[in-house]
């Protein structure tokens, strides 16, 4: 075995510590990476979670003031729509948002949820709505104020809904079937 000289060996001992200092560097810059992506990932978990979680139901209905008794069907359009428009009788698409009318709070809304529009037909919906949807056009918001004799009357659908309510309704038109 031939003999190395000192210089030698100072100069692989270097190397070798050079080496394994990068190493165990690269090692750890590649760990905390790690952790600051999965801290990343969970974070945005936690909002998108929150996002699904935060619901209208239980929540006041916004720009509305709350009516003790309502006589009639009152019709509103919160946003007149700019296509085809709702004849009676049609099958519609649409988000809507149920809400008390003596204090305003919301008992089920379409953006609660799947938030994915609800298609029905016009003759299988309460009075309030068969009578207050046609004339809108798609893209149109339209504000339904509805006295309990339009709508559910005595018997009531859930327990958010006490028998004899008046409601109301906002209801945004994506779509028409006439």
Do not use: C
């Amino acid at each position: 075995m031939a003999k190395t000289k000192p210089y030698e060996r100072i100069f692989a001992l270097t190397a070798a510590l050079v080496f394994l200092t990068t190493t165990v560097a690269i090692s750890l810059v590649v760990v905390w990476q790690a952790r600051q992506d999965n801290k990343d990932s969970q974070t945005a978990i936690s909002q998108q979670g929150s996002l699904k979680e935060a619901k209208l139901e239980g929540t006041k209905l916004a720009g509305f003031t709350p009516i003790d008794k309502v006589e009639q069907l009152q019709i509103s359009d919160l946003q007149v729509g700019t296509g085809a428009e709702v004849k009676e009788g049609a099958t519609v698409t649409a988000h809507y948002t149920g809400a008390l009318a003596k204090n305003g709070t919301i008992f089920q809304s379409s953006h609660d949820g799947a938030n994915q529009p609800v298609e029905f037909p016009l003759n299988g919906v309460i009075a309030g709505w068969t009578k207050g949807v046609p004339g809108m056009k798609v893209g149109g918001t339209r504000r339904l104020i509805i006295p309990a004799s339009l709508a559910y009357g005595e018997s009531s659908p859930s327990a958010n809904i006490p028998p004899n309510s008046d409601l109301v309704f906002d209801i945004e038109l994506t779509a028409i079937k006439n």
